[in-house]
């Protein structure tokens, strides 16, 4: 069990408690408070008290945080669609709609999960035991090619090119509105958002150097279909940095317009080629993937101007 207690300032004056503990408390989301709250884990001035309380300067918070449960990793049969493998990789075609390692909120269900199933113990343990064999990652609603690594040595080379940005790494989107440029490169930091912590956003506070370099494949007026080179990789980083030139990806909720395209299920983002260099035999590999269903039905109807 953690035990916080916090003094609110001035600037807390007002505001509901559940909206000033996940200031006070960064590491915890928001619903877990709420949780915590309901729970009785919570008291103001040696009071427990509910959601809706408004504080006020000079406040006593005292917060019991129990200790999180290691999450248990299971291997699960799930179909996996292989691209290569040989005794060192293997490159995956991972579909959208599954989280690529367990987390708070998907436990199981995941592309580690299948991993732990197929590869048995051939996964390097680098990242530890929530993520063996991950040495890069794709979001949850994007599709297409990840790498895996089996041992450590494998894992640690991939990682150094990754660093060293001789990692290859193409997608394929489609975005709202009519790009006019042919080619656009887009050298701008990526941190946390300092409004909203679940979202990354274009900033200079706590943030990393990130670079995008986008191509034009086709325009459909109110839709554009792009290709993006990766010369870093940050979370987010083609969705937050297509968002910040006015482009959101089509059907992305988080970075998009409130009235989001449900019917594409999340982002139209799909990871179409991947290139490196072979940690043990040095051979330049490289792998294209074909769009999958969802994007070349949405590119039909935009073509056939149907959407």
């Not at 000033?20 to 408070?33: F, G, N, Q, W």
Request: net charge neutral.
């Amino acid at each position: 069990m953690n035990n916080y207690s916090f003094t609110l300032s001035e600037s807390d004056a007002g505001e509901r408690l559940d909206k000033v503990l996940p200031k006070l408390l960064p590491d915890i989301t928001r619903s877990a408070v709420q949780k915590l709250i309901e729970e009785e884990a919570v008291c103001v001035n040696g009071e427990v008290s509910n959601k809706k309380y408004k504080c006020k300067a000079g406040d006593l918070l005292e917060v019991a945080v129990p200790d999180a449960k290691p999450l248990e990793m299971t291997a699960q049969d799930i179909p996996l669609s292989i691209v290569y493998e040989d005794a060192d990789l293997l490159v995956v075609n991972k579909p959208k709609g599954m989280v690529v390692h367990p987390a708070n909120g998907n436990p199981d269900g995941t592309l580690v999960n299948a991993l732990l199933y197929y590869c048995k113990d051939s996964l390097s343990g680098i990242n530890g035991v929530i993520r063996p064999g991950i040495v890069h990652r794709i979001d949850k609603d994007t599709s297409g090619l990840l790498i895996v690594a089996k041992n450590d040595m494998a894992h640690l080379s991939l990682a150094e090119q990754i660093k060293e940005h001789s990692f290859t790494r193409a997608y394929e989107a489609v975005v709202y509105g009519n790009i006019r440029e042919d080619k656009i490169t887009v050298n701008q930091p990526i941190g946390r958002s300092p409004k909203d912590r679940k979202k990354m956003a274009v900033t200079l506070k706590n943030s990393k150097p990130a670079v995008t370099h986008i191509d034009v494949l086709e325009r459909f007026g109110d839709f554009t279909h792009i290709r993006c080179v990766l010369e870093t990789g940050r979370t987010h980083q083609i969705r937050v940095h297509c968002s910040h030139i006015g482009h959101p990806v089509a059907g992305d909720a988080l970075y998009g317009p409130k009235k989001v395209i449900t019917s594409l299920g999340g982002q139209c983002l799909h990871a179409k080629h991947i290139g490196f260099e072979h940690p043990r035999t040095k051979e330049w590999l490289e792998f294209e993937s074909e769009l999958p269903e969802y994007f070349t039905d949405f590119l039909n109807k935009l073509k056939s101007g149907n959407y």
